[in-house]
């Protein structure tokens, strides 16, 4: 799997403790831009950089956001036990791509990988009450992991 790399700056991170990290939190971004433009909403709302580990553009390339040994800030309550992933675009406007898809399950197994106690893709709206990702992304990702 092909990660595009970045050289954010980021304030100050907690690093993740391998053996909590259960999950895969699928989110999507509500709209369209670059992961820079992510990584600059969040230093702005206070938070150490992007709180996604990797984002998704539309045609299925993936981008590194915070670096996967820290902690994210993705999904309040279980940061410390989960990696972020959000996707480009609003699921509740349109579909993700079949690139996109495709990309969710790569980055879902080399995920687990490198934290091999990672059980399950979730969404962020099974662990936190919102609508996001408004479509099955970890669904399609449980049922296409094998």
């Not at 907690?14 to 939190?25: A, Q």
């Not at 495709?102 to 091999?116: F, G, H, L």
Request: with cysteine; glycine share 8%.
């Amino acid at each position: 799997m092909d990660i595009i790399k970045n050289n954010f700056t980021f304030k100050q991170m907690n690093k993740f403790n391998p053996n909590k990290v259960l999950f895969v939190v699928f989110h999507h971004r509500g709209g369209n831009g670059d992961v820079q433009s992510i990584h600059q909403q969040h230093l702005k709302q206070g938070w150490a950089g992007i709180g996604y580990h990797y984002y998704i553009r539309k045609d299925g390339k993936v981008y590194q956001g915070r670096p996967i040994q820290y902690v994210g800030s993705h999904c309040k309550g279980n940061n410390s036990c989960s990696i972020g992933v959000c996707l480009e675009g609003n699921f509740s406007k349109e579909r993700p791509t079949q690139e996109q898809l495709n990309s969710c399950v790569e980055i879902y197994k080399w995920i687990k990988r490198m934290y091999p106690k990672v059980y399950k893709a979730v969404n962020h709206r099974d662990l936190f009450p919102t609508a996001c990702p408004c479509y099955p992304l970890a669904e399609y990702v449980n049922n296409h992991r094998s």
